[in-house]
């Protein structure tokens, strides 16, 4: 059985999420796209964009799903694009969403694939931050929360697609066989 200690509560989670959303709406200026790595993202991607509407930035909502873990602990280091790509007008800014960003592959791989759509003012925004796991050289613009390399569920972010529902961040501590 997989044991979940809370990290972060549904309160921390909003108020970092207002925080950011300010953060964001003085340092964008235009119109923005907001684009969550689909599927863990939905759910940080939703506070996100209503947060960013009282900043005073409204914005469209798109979703790019990626693949990197399966039903594993660990990402495999091979990002697959599932389904089909975003729609991105060219004159807005980008804020690309994920859920984590641990070893960058997902969101260097999903920047290339804006920029090479045409996309040219991307921005990058993520929940949950593991530099101690880096493989890709990125550079995440808004970080909601700097973390340990441990493995966390909650808030929309799964391990084998349980734990989604959460209302809060935990830390899976223990799993028996």
């Known amino acids: 059985m997989t044991t979940v200690k809370q990290m972060f509560s549904a309160d921390e989670l909003a108020a970092r999420i207002e925080v950011l959303a300010a953060d964001i709406a003085t340092k964008v200026s235009g119109k923005l796209t907001v684009i969550g790595v689909l599927k863990g993202s939905f759910v940080f991607l939703a506070d996100l964009v209503r947060a960013l509407d009282r900043a005073g930035l409204p914005s469209?909502?798109?979703?790019?799903?990626?693949?990197?873990?399966?039903?594993?602990?660990?990402?495999?280091?091979?990002?697959?694009l599932i389904g089909g790509y975003p729609d991105v007008n060219d004159d807005r800014t980008v804020l690309l969403v994920d859920?984590?960003?641990?070893?960058?592959?997902?969101?260097?791989?999903?920047?290339?694939?804006?920029?090479?759509?045409?996309?040219?003012?991307?921005?990058?925004?993520?929940?949950?931050?593991?530099?101690?796991?880096?493989?890709?050289?990125?550079?995440?613009?808004?970080?909601?929360?700097?973390?340990?390399?441990?493995?966390?569920?909650?808030?929309?972010?799964?391990?084998?697609?349980?734990?989604?529902?959460?209302?809060?961040?935990?830390?899976?501590?223990?799993?028996?066989?």
């Open 60 to 80: 469209h909502v798109e979703f790019l799903r990626l693949s990197s873990y399966g039903n594993k602990q660990k990402a495999s280091g091979d990002v697959v």
């Open 99 to 177: 859920d984590i960003v641990d070893s960058g592959n997902s969101i260097a791989y999903a920047m290339k694939l804006l920029e090479a759509g045409g996309t040219t003012k991307i921005m990058t925004c993520t929940l949950l931050d593991k530099p101690s796991r880096r493989e890709a050289e990125v550079t995440v613009d808004f970080v909601g929360f700097t973390i340990p390399d441990e493995f966390v569920v909650g808030y929309g972010i799964d391990y084998a697609e349980d734990y989604r529902s959460l209302p809060y961040l935990g830390m899976v501590e223990k799993e028996d066989a």
